[in-house]
């Protein structure tokens, strides 16, 4: 039985209550027992660049956006261990977009549009396959460090335990530690060397399960005809929240009594192995083939493929960085402090990362003009964007991020140059919706590329990136391979695209792995072109030795 204490925050949080996550992020500060102000307003600014639900501290340079996001902040400001806790054992959890089942994307995108189709259709629920997926997900065996050793380990506890059990088809006593134990149908899963999702990613809750029973909770009272019947994980996983966290679900606006008849709960009825999952240990054994670029349909080599795809888009090659003669002039001793970034990084990395930085800097200034507003996506520290405030003093610098810890680094940067053209925002790329000129990325890893080109075509923004990770793109959950018409209308399949970019990550041939990222860089240039960027460049960081992953690209509407 979980107990949270009231806390008190000095974070605002502005949203409207229409929004969904807003909504659902005030209604996860109450289960946490946060005291949490909200206002649709904040003094004179609606924060209209960030998608909400956003959370502001009084005198704080920085906004932060994103339900994720602003619900991990909520848990690291408190000093309560219970609640850090459900952050994970290294408190990564919804720290970024890392895994192939990205519960980030299920709760800010999949799960709002659910709900808002709900809103439209009159509370029908027409389309479940989210609901099934996450159902499915929860038969699947946990993915936790040493799972065999573990689960070894609770097999000899389990056998103790079930020996002294005199009913084990009632579910009594729920209060004691790792009840758990007591199901014969864990002590098989554990016999086979598993362990089941209990709850969303193993034995114990996490901000995950309190999110995910949110947002099913919200779902059964927007809809008039969910039912469980065909989602029975997610049923036996709702009523284990409910007598989980019974003592706090008066903290919140939940219509307990519906969700509990929707869900056919009767207490007498409940056994320990209810509890237990019917877990699906043969899908590690043999998993669903995910296409990594591994194999190619028409049976080429690898460097066939990359013959094959030259000749069909006419090999492509890299320009002459179009900025060189003023990075050739350009004194780095000139610079204040905060600008240089050989005062932040160790002194081994000091020359290379000057002239990935000068590289990426120089571009941006070649396509940028007064009054520009130029976003730094995933900036980490700042080192691109604030060179960029110093060096553009009449332009506004964005450094947007996800992970608060980089954006730290860069508010003492900021403070020591005394700043005023450059602001700091605390979220995911998507969350961003404000108006740019310019947008910039230097190392932007897999598919992030790919959203910062999305974000600056709907803006017809200029942009410099500098790609990087690229056989990570396989992973992206909103883009179709490859991107151009050019090769689509060449015939090049999406597993050969992969194949490529997995060479330009992986291969040992220094050639065929250029060949491969000036590929998959190319496509990316066309669909510029093909969306109507008149000036395009694909050319190199300065020198190439720099960096491994050197490609730069950039185009703006003009000329």
């Known amino acids: 039985m979980e107990t949270y204490s009231l806390l008190k925050t000095d974070y605002i949080l502005a949203g409207s ?38 959370l502001v501290e009084e005198g704080a340079p920085f906004l932060h956006s994103g339900l994720c996001i602003c619900a991990r902040l909520l848990l690291m400001s408190s000093n309560d261990h219970t609640l850090t806790s459900l952050l994970g054992a290294k408190s990564n959890l919804l720290k970024s977009y890392e895994s192939l089942c990205d519960w980030r994307f299920v709760f800010e995108v999949q799960f709002p549009k659910l709900i808002g189709e709900l809103a439209a259709n009159g509370g029908v629920l027409s389309n479940c396959n989210l609901l099934i997926k996450i159902d499915q997900d929860l038969k699947i065996p946990a993915a ?27 579910f009594s006593n729920h209060n004691i530690s790792k009840w758990f134990l007591c199901s014969r149908k864990f002590h098989s899963i554990v016999q086979s060397g598993f362990i ?18 949110t947002y099913i909770a919200k779902l059964t009272q927007t809809s008039t005809d969910v039912s469980f019947e065909n989602i029975p994980e997610i049923r036996r996983w709702t009523i284990l929240m409910l007598l989980a966290f019974e003592d706090l679900l008066d903290r919140i606006t939940i219509n307990t009594s519906l969700l509990k008849k929707k869900l056919r709960y009767d207490i007498n009825l409940l056994s320990y192995d209810f509890f237990i999952p019917d877990t699906d240990v043969g899908y590690v054994k043999n998993p669903p083939q995910i296409n990594q670029g591994r194999w190619l349909p028409r049976g080429l080599s690898k460097q066939d493929l990359i013959g094959m795809v030259m000749k069909a888009v006419e090999n492509p090659s890299t320009d002459v960085h179009p900025n060189s003669d003023w990075m050739a002039h350009f004194n780095w001793s000139s610079l204040p402090e905060f600008a240089d970034v050989s005062h932040f990084v160790p002194e081994k990395r000091t020359d290379r990362k000057r002239e990935q930085i000068l590289s990426i800097v120089s571009a941006c200034l070649k396509i940028s003009r007064p009054g520009f507003v130029i976003v730094d996506f995933c900036s980490g520290g700042g080192h691109v964007g604030l060179l960029l405030a110093h060096l553009l003093p009449d332009c506004q610098i964005i450094l947007l991020d996800n992970k608060l810890e980089s954006l730290e680094e860069a508010k003492k940067r900021i403070q020591m140059g005394g700043l005023g053209n450059i602001k700091m925002l605390h979220c995911s790329i998507e969350q961003f919706k404000g108006r740019f000129d310019v947008g910039v990325s230097l190392h932007a890893c897999g598919p992030s590329t790919d959203i910062v080109l999305s974000m600056c075509y709907k803006q017809k923004a200029s942009f410099a990136v500098c790609p990087c990770c690229y056989g ?45 990222m000036n590929l998959v860089d190319f496509d990316r240039l066309q669909e510029a072109k093909e969306l109507g960027y008149k000036y395009t460049v694909m050319t190199k960081l300065q020198p190439e030795s720099c960096s491994p992953k050197n490609n730069l690209i950039m185009a703006s509407y003009s000329e």
């Open 17 to 54: 209550e229409e929004d969904v996550r807003s909504e659902i992020c005030f209604t996860v500060a109450n289960f946490f027992g946060f005291e949490l102000e909200r206002r649709n307003q904040l003094g004179n600014e609606t924060y209209s660049e960030l998608i909400p639900p956003i």
């Open 472 to 516: 990570n793109i396989r992973f992206a959950e909103n883009f179709q391979y490859p991107r151009s018409g050019l090769f689509k209308r060449k015939d090049i399949k999406t597993e050969e695209f992969y194949l490529l970019t997995k060479g330009a990550d992986n291969s040992t041939d220094v050639d065929q792995r250029n060949d491969c």
């Open 144 to 170: 936790v460090f040493n799972g065999p050793g573990l689960a070894k380990k609770l097999e000899k506890q389990c056998k103790n335990i079930n020996d002294n059990i005199s009913d084990p088809k009632v």
């Open 196 to 213: 089941p999702n209990i709850y969303c990613t193993g034995l114990t809750p996490t901000i995950i399960d309190i999110l995910l029973f």
